[in-house]
């Protein structure tokens, strides 16, 4: 990991099962204002005097259960197979004040700071949330304890951190 003045830059090797991870984390949101929709058709189908709430929640259920199966466990899945020889390829990054660069095979593309919406860690990587439908991984397997703080820090400050105007956010 290269660590200038004015940029941060370190190669990390992708990992699938994080892919999967965050595919199903993105379509797990999906899946929970589908299950509001329900709800609320439900309710008033029953406030209408349409069916009863048993049958309504009956109906509802069933379709929520195959759509958590669709969306969280099948498609994830067959997305992630369509994509296997893109994944576990080595990425560049390199975060500076304009936001964030990511290098894959010949392609690269960047993340601006302002779309950046928020910043976590969980399960093995840094997820980059892009708002509530687009977030992207950083797998963390190669970067030391040291590294990962490094570039979390630099990642919730927005950039600030690598040019000493601003700490942690």
């Keep these: 990991m290269e660590d200038t003045a004015r940029e941060l830059n370190f190669h990390v090797q992708g990992d699938p099962r994080l892919s999967m991870a965050l595919a199903r984390r993105l ?29 309504a929640l009956l109906y509802g259920g069933v379709f929520l259960l195959l759509m958590l199966y669709f969306l969280v466990i099948e498609s994830p899945k067959r997305t992630l197979q369509q994509n296997a020889h893109k994944l576990g390829r080595p990425t560049a990054y390199r975060i500076d004040s304009a936001g964030i660069h990511i290098t894959a095979g010949f392609g690269t593309e960047t993340v601006p700071w302002p779309a950046i919406t928020r910043v976590t860690r969980a ?19 190669g970067l030391s304890a040291a590294e ?6 630099v990642l919730r400050s927005r950039g600030r951190a690598l040019t000493g105007d601003g700490s942690s956010a």
């Design 123 to 141: 399960r093995g990587q840094i997820i980059i949330s892009q708002g509530w439908r687009t977030a992207s991984g950083i797998p963390l397997d």
């Design 148 to 153: 990962q703080d490094s570039v979390l820090t």
């Design 27 to 55: 379509l797990l949101r999906v899946w929970c204002l589908m299950a509001l929709g329900v709800l609320a058709v439900a309710t008033l189908l029953v406030r209408a005097d349409v069916t009863t709430a048993k049958t």
